[in-house]
């Protein structure tokens, strides 16, 4: 169980690891037998040289995350890694 760091009120703030951080291994691991969209190749390049390049992922990788990853199985991981950078970074990406 999480260990309670804080309180507000009634309220407690629990404090919990951070889940499974997505690495280079990991991402290569789940890109492989892997047929993708023109779309998809494309996102899985960048979070490849992202992870080659700066050992991060070019978008802010959250605790929510990693615990999604944690609790779903790894055959769903990709596709919701992918999702994950859609939302994040596609609106940036269409506005310049």
Not at 28 to 38: G, I, R, S, W
């Amino acid at each position: 169980m999480a260990k309670v760091e804080g309180t507000v009120g009634d309220f407690k703030f629990y404090s919990a690891n951070k889940g499974i951080n997505l690495t280079l291994d990991l991402f290569q691991k789940l890109l492989k037998e892997q047929v993708l969209t023109k779309e998809d190749q494309q996102i899985s390049d960048e979070i490849l040289d992202s992870l080659t390049k700066k050992g991060t992922l070019p978008y802010h990788w959250s605790p929510q995350e990693g615990h999604w990853l944690e609790n779903n199985d790894p055959s769903r991981w990709l596709e919701y890694i992918l999702y994950r950078f859609k939302f994040r970074l596609y609106p940036h990406s269409v506005d310049g």
